[in-house]
Each structure stands twice: as structure tokens, then as C-alpha cells.
């Protein structure tokens, strides 16, 4: 944990992405993070938590960095399950999703489907706190599904409860990631919530933490999304200047990118498989260099883990690096 005096840092859940295998190789690379959320567990059912859903959760390979599992689900009795499940794994808190904007999860009422729907809400946790919920409960949440006015009578279901914090991303869920996150709709609930708030949204830079926390001084805790992904160091810039100017980029990047190959390719998924979740970090990582699009294209192309080791060290040694601020 960071000092008290310091910002608290978390990595954003990214399904397909963050896995723990990420999230590991991200803290012993780059590091200045105070959490990192995992990405959802979803279906899990109301009988048994089959092994498979707790893979990415599992203690031995979440022992670099604080992990708070993140649960998506609209019945109180998978959540129930699933929360008492990853006790027993000795977790002490669990976060709620209810900020997925993708339509086949929005339509079920699930993610940020449910911020139309603040009484079906309530019940949820009602039964979950009657039925003894096992771990403390936070919730990751947009400002609304239809329009940011939507989170006001939810606040007023959340207040109800002993939440352990409310991490609020201040789009709406039918925006998708379009726009920009609304810094007025967030600064409308700030004094609302009852729970320690945590701002989760557009912080690409230093420059844009430090304006949003000039912003929001009563805010101490930000959630870093796309941002830590397309520049793994940005959490220690924030936290850390010092640490962060005497990183070696490239040496970091590579070691990073290395770990995460490596480690997949003994998952034993197949070689296609490595290839392609390689790729599908370089999604964002390409924004770090100043000519995207070239870099990708590099990378892109690649069939193999042969061919996609040689792109790799290749922009990595040679491609010119973005300055971050
Ligand atoms: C591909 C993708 C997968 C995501 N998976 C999750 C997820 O599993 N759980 C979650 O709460 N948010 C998920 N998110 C949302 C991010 O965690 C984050 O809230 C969002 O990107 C906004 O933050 P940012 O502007 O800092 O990126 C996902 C976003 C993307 C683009």
C-alpha cells in the first residue's frame, strides 16, 4: 500500500486482458499500484463454484499485488455462493459490477443494466446482507444506463448499505466509451455517496490526474483504465516520479511482454492462442509509441510465436517511444 499521504491506485478489470498473469507481471515490471480489480466472474450458478471460475483468483497466483475479485450477476444467491467461495480462498473483499455497458449483458439487467432499476438493486442486497455476505462489498459502477440522473436514486439504495467503497465511471452505459467521461455528472454526486468514492475514467496522463485531482480534492482513491494499459508506468508517474524517471522503458516493456508470453505459452493453450493474446495487449500498448499504427502492424501480422517474438523485440528496440507527462 502507498502512504497515506499519497493517492491510492488501482488497475482497471479488463476482461481478456487483466488476467492474473497480467496483473503479476505488470507489478514486478512497472509496479505503483495499490490494488488491481480482476476482471468479472459471471455464471457461476447457485449450486457449486466449479474450479475453472476461480482460476484467475486463485492465492498462489495473485500474490504480487493486493486482488479484489469482481463479481458480475443479478442473483443474490450466486453472489452469495460466490462470494462465500472466494472467502475460503482468504479473499476479505469482492466488488460488484454494475458498470458493463456491452448489450448483451446491459439487456439482462446485469452490469450497468441494472442502474434503470434501483429497487431490484435493493433486494439484491438485502438478501445479500441477510444471508450473512462473507466478505465487504464494493460496487464499480456507471453514472447511469440511459442518463447520468439515474445514479441519483441509486446512491440513495447504496447508502442503505455498508459499502466498502463506490468506484464511479461517469459515463452512461448506452454511451458505451463515447465522449468523454462527464466531470460534471461526477462532481454532482461527490458529496452522496456515503462510501469512500473512487473517480474510474479517461486518465491518459500525470497531467490529467493532477487536473482531476485539483478537481475532486475529497477524492482519494482513482481507478487507471486504458491509460496504465497503454502506458504500464503511468501508475508509478503518479505515485512515484522519482521511481519512474530512472525506469528503463524498454527494459521494463520487454521484461513485461516477456513474462506475460511466457508464462501463456506454458498454459499450453496452443501456439495460435499465444499469439493472439499477445496481440490483443498490444491493442493498447501500441499507443505508447509515436507511430501506433506502424507498430501494430508489425505485430499484427504475425503468425507464429516465432515470428511474433521477432516483431516484438523488434519495436521494442527500435520503434521511437511516446513522452508521457
Ligand atoms: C475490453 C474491455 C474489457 C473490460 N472488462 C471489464 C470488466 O471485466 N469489469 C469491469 O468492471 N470493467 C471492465 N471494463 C471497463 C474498464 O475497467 C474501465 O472501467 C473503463 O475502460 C473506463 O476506464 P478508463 O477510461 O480508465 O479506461 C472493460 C473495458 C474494456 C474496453
Known sequence: MSSNK?????????QGITDAIYRTSFNRHFGGLDAAFTPYISGTGTEKVSKNKLIDVLPAVNRSVRTIPQMLSKDADEMLLLSRALAALGYTEANWNMGCPF???ARKQRGSGMLPYPELVRQIL????????PVRLSVKMRTGYNGHEEILAMIEVLNDFPLSEVIVHPRTGKQLYKGEASESAFLAITDLIKAPLAWNGDIFSVE???YLQEKFPSVQR???GRGALINP???LMISNHEAAKSLDMR???AGFLHDIYDETYHRNEGRTAVVSRMKSIWVYLRESFENPTEAFRVIRKTRTPEEYLDAEMKVIAEAPLKSFS
Do not use: C, E, S, T
Open 251 to 253: 527494459k521494463a516493456l
Open 222 to 224: 482513482w481507478m487507471l
Open 103 to 105: 448489450p448483451r449483458v
Open 6 to 14: 499519497g493517492p491510492i491506485l488501482y488497475l482497471a478489470p479488463f
Open 208 to 210: 490529467k490526474f493532477r
Open 126 to 133: 438485502d438478501k445479500l446482507y441477510q444471508g450473512g455476505m
Open 233 to 235: 508506468a503511468l501508475p
